[in-house]
């Protein structure tokens, strides 16, 4: 995955899931008519059975919560590691930080374009393996000297 910053998206992501879960939590509240003992009449069960069903997709839809917004916080530990080694390669002299590309997934890095020389190509490597939350980086960097 490419991490680009977006914080707008990640934002708007947060306050969906906010909302859903407070639909979830407004659509499963007790009610009144849920404290009294008698079943309905006119209904196909009991408020028991009703209740039960509104929590168990309360859960359901708990889970997707949850699930999303794990995905969004795997996006925003892509995108911080993306910027962290690209912040690094602008601030190295010897290293042209704007002809690398670099993406992350999880948290292996792919170093991608041209570079100048064997020692900015080593250089930019070794940036993206010391960069704190990396596990793996994947070399796809190009060496091409009359650039």
Same mark, same amino acid.
């Not at 939590?25 to 849920?34: G, I, K, L, S």
């Given at each position: 995955?490419?991490?680009?910053?977006?914080?707008?998206?990640?934002? #708007?992501?947060?306050?969906?899931?906010?909302?859903?879960?407070?639909?979830?939590?407004?659509?499963?509240?007790?009610?009144?008519?849920?404290?009294?003992?008698?079943?309905?009449?006119?209904?196909?069960?009991?408020?028991?059975?009703?209740?039960?069903?509104?929590?168990?997709?309360?859960?359901?839809?708990?889970?997707?919560?949850?699930?999303?917004?794990?995905?969004?916080?795997?996006?925003?530990?892509?995108?911080? #590691?993306?910027?962290?080694?690209?912040?690094?390669?602008?601030?190295?002299?010897?290293?042209?930080?704007?002809?690398?590309?670099?993406?992350?997934?999880?948290?292996?890095?792919?170093?991608?374009?041209?570079?100048?020389?064997?020692?900015?190509?080593?250089?930019?490597?070794?940036?993206?393996?010391?960069?704190?939350?990396?596990?793996?980086?994947?070399?796809?960097?190009?060496?091409?000297?009359?650039?």
């Amino acid at each position: 995955m490419r991490s680009r910053s977006n914080g707008g998206g990640a934002a #708007l992501l947060i306050l969906f899931v906010v909302l859903v879960a407070a639909f979830v939590y407004w659509y499963a509240r007790p009610t009144p008519a849920a404290v009294s003992s008698s079943p309905a009449v006119g209904t196909s069960g009991t408020l028991q059975q009703d209740e039960d069903r509104a929590r168990e997709k309360g859960r359901e839809v708990g889970g997707k919560i949850a699930a999303g917004a794990e995905r969004v916080k795997e996006s925003i530990d892509e995108a911080a #590691l993306t910027t962290k080694i690209k912040a690094k390669m602008t601030l190295d002299d010897s290293v042209k930080g704007r002809s690398i590309d670099v993406s992350t997934n999880g948290s292996t890095v792919t170093l991608s374009g041209t570079v100048r020389s064997a020692a900015e190509h080593d250089r930019a490597v070794s940036l993206a393996r010391e960069t704190n939350g990396v596990t793996r980086v994947i070399d796809h960097l190009i060496v091409n000297s009359s650039h």
